[in-house]
T-cell receptor
């Protein structure tokens, strides 16, 4: 079945460092791909999405490119801030499915 | 705009008691999802509804769990009887249609003693 694998955390970086959180997926169809972010004490929020190969999703300085050839959707940010500390979830939805498959989440902590 | 509203935000109760979690989806959204989040298992989909009809309840752990959606603006997740291993954060999410991203509530943190 469809699945999402993302790098295990926690990831700890200093402010202004470059961030990459790896995500790969397995799907039989042509899925849409998402990154969600969860801040402490809150629900998940959509961060960005891409619906087809080579699409780049971007929001709040974060970017991810849908790579069909490597079945990847890695999250990147050029300069992280303390306020980016949160748990990040990679997810997919197959074109024929209603539900979203979430990865296990990666906890990110940014040091001032 | 009001988002997905869940109540209560926190619930602490003794094992064996009935627990009812409530969710009000975003107005106009046709699909509603219940998730459970724990450190051990991450985020698990329990059940989802389309137009108030349960579509997939394969994630419901056992018969002690039940969910209803009597109308488009309200859903409940009930645990009876509750057990300590049910302690988790329970999220409700809704979406306009299944091609759109889901909007999550802030969750109910449930502790069963």
């Amino acid at each position: 079945g469809d699945s999402v694998t993302q790098m295990e955390g926690p990831v700890t970086l200093s402010e202004e460092a470059f961030l990459t959180i790896n995500c790969t997926y397995t799907a039989t169809g042509y899925p849409s791909l998402f990154w969600y972010v969860q801040y402490p004490g809150e629900g998940l929020q959509l961060l960005l999405k891409a619906t087809k190969a080579d699409d780049k999703g971007s929001n709040k300085g974060f970017e991810a490119t849908y790579r069909k050839e490597t079945t990847s959707f890695h999250l990147e940010k050029g300069s992280v801030q303390v306020s980016d500390s949160a748990v990040y979830f990679c997810a997919l939805r197959d074109s024929s499915a209603s539900k979203i498959i979430f990865g296990s989440g990666t906890r990110l902590s940014i040091r001032p | 705009d009001a988002g997905v509203i869940q109540s209560p935000r926190h619930e602490v109760t003794e094992m064996g008691q009935e627990v009812t979690l409530r969710c009000k989806p975003i107005s106009g959204h046709n699909s509603l999802f219940w998730y459970r989040q724990t450190m051990m298992r991450g985020l698990e989909l329990l059940i989802y509804f389309n137009n108030n009809v349960p579509i997939d309840d394969s994630g419901m752990p056992e018969d002690r769990f039940s969910a209803k959606m009597p109308n488009a603006s309200f859903s409940t997740l009930k645990i009876q009887p509750s057990e300590p291993r049910d302690s988790a954060v329970y999220f409700c999410a809704s979406t306009l249609d299944t091609s759109q991203p889901q909007h999550f509530g802030d969750g109910t943190r449930l502790s069963i003693l």
